[in-house]
């Protein structure tokens, strides 16, 4: 019943932007912490950023740090990525979820609880 749908994704040129978009339902989602991975062709899935469910802190992979920013608006269940100044190595699927805030914040998928189907993000050079 829980779901996360993410939006947003495209072609876009190095040094461009882009900005995605994950719709959550089925959960209380100002009680959730919400993150972005992404998973490149051939690679492990990886961290980018997450915002906490209390005080909307955030935290950045080094990779995106000062390149992408995550935001939340809780009247809408939505959770956002802000992609600025992309680079070609940014390209992947880019999936949203949602982990309990009864679990200390963590960069593994694992430890994370509900996942969206992912939006492709493709940054030629």
């Known amino acids: 019943q829980v779901q996360l749908v993410e939006s947003g994704g495209g072609l876009v040129e190095g040094g461009g932007s882009l900005r995605l978009s994950c719709a959550a339902s089925?959960?209380?989602?100002?009680?959730?912490?919400m993150g972005w991975f992404r998973q490149a062709p051939g690679k492990e899935r990886e961290f980018v950023a997450r915002?906490?469910?209390?005080?909307?802190?955030?935290y950045y992979a080094d990779s995106v740090k000062g390149r992408f920013t995550i935001s939340r608006d809780n009247a809408k269940n939505t959770v956002y990525l802000q992609m600025n100044d992309l680079k070609p190595e940014d390209t992947a699927v880019y999936s949203c979820?949602?982990?309990?805030?009864?679990?200390?914040?963590?960069?593994?998928?694992?430890?994370?609880?509900?996942w969206g189907q992912g939006t492709r993000v493709t940054v030629s050079s």
């Open positions: 979820a949602a982990g309990s805030n009864s679990r200390a914040p963590s960069t593994t998928p694992t430890a994370w609880t509900y």
């Open positions: 089925g959960l209380s989602f100002s009680n959730y912490r």
């Open positions: 915002i906490s469910a209390t005080t909307s802190l955030t």
